[in-house]
């Protein structure tokens, strides 16, 4: 199960709906093995597609770094689909290499500024696609 604050929950939908018709994409960072996503980190679709997303390999780098430095690691990794339901595609799970991450995915393909929206989230290993309850809570 995702434990995430409303907080967290609302800016990861709002990032969604700002890069919207473009794919948004961005990282989660918690603590190393706490399972608790605190750390909000809105990435740039490198891609700058409706399709598709792609971290920069040099942002990607940097964050690495950065949350080691900072004993963090990434709880969420989310991304938008603006055109499909917010199920991992192929192109999803050739990219999903934590397997202890809670992959996010936001659709907007039904939404507009105040409407509508699905968001889910799934374990994703070794290919494996298990989608999980979302719990969301004012503070840890």
Same mark, same amino acid.
């Given at each position: 199960?995702?434990?995430?604050?409303?907080?967290?929950?609302?800016?990861?939908?709002?990032?969604?709906?700002?890069?919207?018709?473009?794919?948004?994409?961005?990282?989660?960072?918690?603590?190393?093995?706490?399972?608790?996503?605190?750390?909000?980190?809105?990435?740039? #679709?490198?891609?700058?597609?409706?399709?598709?997303?792609?971290?920069?390999?040099?942002?990607?780098?940097?964050?690495?770094?950065?949350?080691?430095?900072?004993?963090?690691?990434?709880?969420?990794?989310?991304?938008?689909?603006?055109?499909?339901?917010?199920?991992?595609?192929?192109?999803?799970?050739?990219?999903? #290499?934590?397997?202890?991450?809670?992959?996010?995915?936001?659709?907007?393909?039904?939404?507009?500024?105040?409407?509508?929206?699905?968001?889910?989230?799934?374990?994703?290993?070794?290919?494996?696609?298990?989608?999980?309850?979302?719990?969301?809570?004012?503070?840890?």
């Amino acid at each position: 199960m995702l434990t995430i604050t409303q907080a967290l929950f609302d800016q990861i939908v709002a990032h969604a709906r700002e890069d919207h018709p473009d794919e948004a994409c961005g990282v989660v960072a918690g603590p190393a093995g706490s399972d608790r996503p605190e750390r909000f980190i809105p990435m740039l #679709n490198a891609a700058r597609s409706p399709t598709f997303y792609e971290f920069d390999s040099q942002d990607l780098l940097k964050l690495y770094r950065e949350m080691d430095d900072r004993d963090e690691e990434p709880v969420i990794i989310y991304h938008s689909h603006t055109a499909t339901e917010a199920y991992p595609s192929r192109t999803d799970l050739s990219y999903a #290499n934590e397997p202890g991450a809670h992959y996010v995915l936001v659709s907007t393909a039904d939404s507009d500024d105040a409407g509508p929206f699905q968001f889910r989230s799934y374990r994703i290993v070794e290919g494996q696609v298990t989608e999980e309850e979302i719990k969301v809570v004012e503070a840890y």
